[in-house]
Every structure is written in C-alpha cells, then in structure tokens.
C-alpha cells in the first residue's frame, strides 16, 4: 500500500509540472525562437491589424481608444487579484475571417507562484495558462500555452508550437492593462486582452 501510495504522489507531481512553464530563467531564455521573433515584431502586427480593422470597422476601433493604442504602455507591475478580462481579435489572420471581433468579459486570475506571477484565462472556450517574466520598465512578457474547449490540463509552454502563446503585458491607465499577442496562431494578426480589476 505503501508502495502503491508513493507511485501515486510521484505521478500527480509528473503531472503537475506539464501545466506550467516553470520560470527559472529571463524570458529570452524561456522563449521559443519563433516567439521571440513574434514579439520583436509585434509593432508591425500591431499596425498591421489596425489597418486591417479600419477597413471595414473603423468605428469600432475608435470606440476602444488607448486599448488599440500601440503606444499606450505607461510601465508598472500588474497586481496579483482576479479581473474582468475581455478580447479583442484585430485583423483577419487569412481571406473570409473578420477584422474586429470583441468578445464579453471572461474571468481572468494573476497569481504568485514562488518568485513569479502567472496568468490563467478562467473561463470562455480559448483559455490562457503560462507565467509573466520581468522585461523592461514598460513590460512584462507572457508566455504559456492554449487550453481548448473542455480540456483540463495545459500542454508545457515550448511543446506545441500551435498551442504556444507569447504576448506583451503593459499597464495602459489606472487599474486597466492589456496583453498584446503579436500573430497569434488562430484566426487574428493580433490579440489584446483587457483586463480590470473585478469590483
């Protein structure tokens, strides 16, 4: 029984470190080749997708003001505590897809695990799941991976590239920040995600 029980921790502790991505290095280190390159380019994604979005919804984009504002990171951590986290597709990724589509509000959590911060997407059928490594005085970085659906578990960032997630975290004015994903892999040039604080 003994025995049985030590297999058991073993496998359940196995697991557990698939879920994240344990953040124990800069995240250039962390980060895959490919998602280094999308967020060293995720000013020409950016104005690619406004473009793109101001073609066919122009009003829409106004309406959003500083969050689709390239420029708009003022610098400073996000703090740890559950938001209201809405997303925003910007520019069709290929022919037949739209350029703008806002969704609801999710439930998003920021979390200390050890000497780091994570990032879970809650709820809604694309969930977020990875760690915020420290940048530069305006950002953070996000990297992690893409739960679907009713999947429980999150692949390991880094072990498969469609699943993987990179994205830039900025404080854009009192009590609101956003992730930018420069060329996600489904359907967009480019993500953002808003997030606020729950009251």
């Given amino acids: 029984m003994r025995t049985l029980l030590a297999f058991a921790a073993l496998t359940i502790a196995a697991c557990a470190t698939t879920q994240a991505t344990p953040p124990t290095q800069s995240w250039q280190q962390a980060a895959t ?39 708009a990171a003022l610098g400073g951590p996000i703090p740890n505590g559950d938001y209201r986290c809405r997303v925003i597709k910007v520019g069709a990724k290929s022919e037949g897809l739209l350029n ?19 990032f879970d997407k ?27 659906g009713d999947e429980t578990v999150a692949y390991q960032y880094g072990t498969d590239p469609e699943r993987d997630l990179a994205g830039w975290v900025e404080r854009i004015g009192d009590n609101r920040w956003r ?21």
Avoid at 62 to 69: A, F, K, Q, T, Y
Avoid at 105 to 118: E, L, P, T
Avoid at 132 to 140: E, G, H, Q, T, V
């Fill in 33 to 71: 080749v490919a998602d280094r390159t999308r967020l060293r380019e995720w000013r020409g994604a950016f104005t690619r997708a406004l473009e793109q979005a101001r073609s066919t919804n122009a009003a829409d984009v106004s309406r959003e003001g500083v969050l689709l504002n390239p420029n």
């Fill in 100 to 118: 703008y589509i806002a969704y609801p509000a999710f439930r998003c959590r920021i979390s200390q695990q050890g000497k780091v911060q994570h």
């Fill in 179 to 199: 992730i930018i994903f420069p060329y996600p892999h489904y359907e967009s040039t480019l993500d953002v995600i808003e997030l606020v604080p729950e009251q």
């Fill in 122 to 148: 809650l709820s809604g059928s694309q969930r977020h799941h990875g760690a915020i490594y420290p940048a530069d005085r305006l950002r953070s970085v996000f990297l992690g991976t893409m739960v679907l």
